[in-house]
């Protein structure tokens, strides 16, 4: 029997994403758009031309990150972009301050709303367990 594996066979089929636009969600929950330039065995990814899409609702805001490296074991989505879909979102974009203090005060509100949960399981003799958060992942 031979024992021929490819080193590159779940990797190989990044390969017709090069140089095409893509959208990457990390397991942080980030979400990165960018043209790809390079991908390895590992599925580690270099992207071109990246921006960091927050989305808030039904707003958004770009944040320009240039050249990005990106973990392949961080990545839970790749997509291609559709280009005519693309100029054609049913979001409105918004400037990167007001996307931000979007997103701030709907973390404000989740952590608000968690306060408020726990402390009405508390009185009814629960325990909530912490969901962990984005930094306790890794």
Do not use: W
Request: aromatic content about 4%.
């Amino acid at each position: 029997m031979s024992n021929n594996i490819n080193p590159l066979a779940g990797t190989a089929h990044l390969l017709d994403e090069l140089d095409k636009k893509l959208m990457v969600l990390l397991r942080d929950g980030r979400t990165l758009i960018g043209y790809l330039r390079c991908v390895d065995q590992f599925a580690n990814l270099v992207l071109h031309k990246t921006i960091e899409r927050i989305h808030v609702g039904r707003e958004y805001g770009d944040i320009p990150r240039g050249i990005f490296i990106v973990r392949g074991e961080n990545v839970v989505l790749l997509g291609e972009i559709d280009k005519d879909k693309e100029d054609n979102l049913p979001l409105r974009e918004v400037s990167v301050d007001d996307i931000l203090d979007a997103q701030r005060r709907e973390q404000d509100a989740k952590i608000e709303q968690q306060k408020l949960l726990s402390k009405s399981l508390k009185e009814r003799g629960l325990n909530l367990l912490a969901d962990l958060g984005h930094d306790d992942m890794f």
